[in-house]
DNA sequence: CTCTGTGAAGATCTTCACAGCT
DNA sequence: AGCTGTGAAGATCTTCACAGAG
């Protein structure tokens, strides 16, 4: 998981567990598209191919969320869509501000996932001049010395942070500051936030240097000489299905020559 | 998983549990900036708290690369550098193929991080004939036309794709057909791959969503209970922040394959 | 009979706590 | 002394397999 600080102390409430919720958002775009065929009903056994997790996994999921099926029969399709959406807390609007519009923060301005998923982009926030009022995605980019105030206007909890990586911990702080809660961060870089923030990390350079690792032992290896226990023949390979990841893995290093900063300054 | 088995993980030696090969490279990180700050040795809680991890954890995924460390002492920074680099193996070069360069391929591209280490950017790949040959990151974008070619020629086994959902699942057949095993997926689609490639998924829309599940966990109950959930007719909206929105979600129709394509078609 | 929901078994991952090297 | 390396306990997550609703 992503979370920053982590919060293990808290009461053992009511919850539905971590595995769990991170693979919702994927049952819900495959409830989504069968909804958009006007697909009445799936079993588990269809859902759970289309979001690629085994089936019992799938029932184990939605157990947690209630007994939504019928036995014999299946799932009811929009009936599950609104019940995921709720329990994600997508029935509800989440205006959203992205710190740092580079290539990255561009891209994500214009990934069209936001609108449709109950999150808006509120704003976008540069600490280039040049940058600001021009607009991305539509929306005229902000300076970042109103940044407190936008978010304050706003009602903003959550934050998105595509600046390069030198300039992500202060960005994170007057986030924080100013009332955000949730942090998804691009920079490659370790925040650290004060308790009850939440941050999420994506990093390609950290699921390139995995997918490497794997690669590395798919190839037979030369010099290494390990190997030695791997079956012959079909050498054991993860499944692809277990490549889903809980998403959020984090990292980049630096290089010898430039800085990664998760995308262009400006 | 698809169909078959579930591969038994293979117990051995070498086998580095998954949870710490995803760890590596935020320590490789970590230790590479103290490198570059000439600092000879660390110890391991100065190490955990520079990755965010806790210093227990730390040691025990080192425990399974083997004793690099000084008793009394800690890590020599170099020594873990390089064995942490050939674990990962990005000591050898990597080509890569990026497919689909709109605003989000362009921004990889321009990643930094890629070209630090291991990693090149063997050839960006796109189906816009008008951007063939137009140079993105010092790059000249080729045509998809030619993928087959570029992956053999460049004997590339690592590709990224950062195309629309709707092209995702048919250029990672091209990819893994002309011999790539591993595959970076930006398109919010589960791919499905024959036995023996990985694939691993950044979805941003994922990521946003588990934040806004914990996001209305911290929202407090306010209102009351939410529990029992009628039909979408009425979507509760609750703002979380001061100011508020008033957009419903929940099933909304979008893009063309129901959900949104990572970036801009390419 | 079909397919969900779930107790229980199994597999992983995390954390503890301390033996043992320096 | 200080700090690593690790068995063992604990917490989570996954998978099995079947009772039982429809």
Redesign the interface.
Known sequence: M???RTHRPATRSRGIPEAT??R???Y???L??L??RSVPTVSSEELA????V?SAKLRKDFSYLGSYGTRGVGYDV??L???I????????????VMVGI???G???A???????????VAALIDADKSLVGKPVAGIPVQHIDDLEKIV???????G?IATPAGAAQQVCDRLVAA?V????NFA?T?L?VPE?V?V?K?D????????????????GEEGGG??????PAA??????????????????????????????PA
Not at 49 to 52: K, L, S
């Open positions: 992503a979370t920053g919720v991170a919702l958002p994927l819900l775009r495959a989504t598209a909804s958009e191919a289309a979001a690629g085994n929009e009936y869509v609104y019940q959406s709720r329990e994600l807390g997508l029935t509800q609007d989440w205006p959203i580079g290539n990255l561009a891209a994500l214009n990934y069209g996932g936001f609108a449709s998923r109950g999150f808006r304050e206007d706003n009602g903003v909890s959550i998105v009332g809660t949730s942090i998804l490659p370790v650290s009850g939440d999420r994506v390609l350079s950290i699921e390139l240097q995995i997918l490497a690792f794997h690669e590395q032992r798919k190839a390990d190997v030695e226990g791997v079956l050498a054991a390979v993860r499944s692809p299905g277990a490549a889903e990841g809980a998403g959020a893995t984090s990292s980049g290093r630096k290089g010898p020559d430039g800085d990664l900063p998760a995308v262009m």
